[in-house]
């Protein structure tokens, strides 16, 4: 069964610093996102991502975060200049083929984002 | 940001009998509701979803009841097995946006055998 990847699985860094973390959806998926949970919070979502270009984006997504699909298969997510705060785990989704509604995505295993 | 709630962090269940899990909502223009299922370290696996139209949709053991006027839904599993046990989340999203889904707190079920 096909299924969403990414990677790292955990990924630690320091205050200030640069990460990407990255994802492989499902090959034939339309929609892309992002979702972060903060442990004992809930799944809040980041972005989405359709033909090429964000669609919609939360206020957490402000402009220390980018989005791109560099090459028609890997989806990733930058954080300019991380925090401490932005410590939680990231979650890639994909879903949709053409003319089907972009409700039932499927997640990948997650990143742990660890800033110190 | 409270539009999804899940009211209940925890239920036991033993093997055999039904879980019931429930969720509410504030927003009047969700049309489409999910349940996923995670277990740790790992992403949320899609359950089983229900659009606005309908008021049940079933699934093998699992079956969503939605009740628009309350704004309230429900995931009962029977008979519940041991295997079943994990987080439970409850999401939703509008026709208008492309798929956001907003998210429950989550509800931990624990099935004994």
């Known amino acids: 069964e096909p299924e969403v990847t990414q990677t790292p699985s955990h990924q630690v860094t320091q205050m200030g610093q640069e990460v990407i973390l990255r994802c492989v959806p499902i090959?034939?998926?339309?929609?892309f996102y992002w979702y972060r949970q903060i442990l004992g919070q809930k799944v809040e979502f980041l972005v989405s991502?359709?033909?090429?270009?964000?669609?919609?984006k939360s206020e957490i997504f402000d402009d220390q975060f980018s989005v791109e699909r560099p090459d028609g298969s890997n989806f990733t997510l930058k954080i300019r200049s991380t925090k401490l705060e932005d410590s939680a785990m990231y979650f890639c989704a994909s879903y949709g083929t053409s003319g089907s509604k972009a409700y039932e995505q499927y997640f990948g295993p997650g990143t742990r984002l660890t800033v110190t | 940001d409270q539009q999804v709630k899940q009211n209940s962090p925890s239920l036991s269940v033993q093997e055999g009998r039904i879980s019931i899990l429930n969720c509410d909502y504030t927003?009047?223009?969700?049309?489409?509701f999910l349940w996923y299922k995670k277990y740790p370290a790992e992403g949320p696996t899609f359950l089983i979803s229900i659009s606005s139209i309908k008021d049940k949709n079933e699934d093998g053991r699992f079956t969503v009841f939605l009740n628009k006027s309350a704004k309230h839904l429900s995931l009962h599993i029977v008979p519940s097995q041991p295997g079943d046990s994990a987080v439970y989340f409850c999401a939703a999203s509008e026709g208008t946006s492309y798929g956001k889904l907003t998210f429950g707190q989550g509800t931990i079920l624990t099935v004994h055998p």
């Open positions: 090959s034939n998926h339309l929609y």
């Open positions: 927003n009047s223009m969700f049309d489409y």
């Open positions: 991502f359709y033909n090429n270009e964000i669609s919609e």
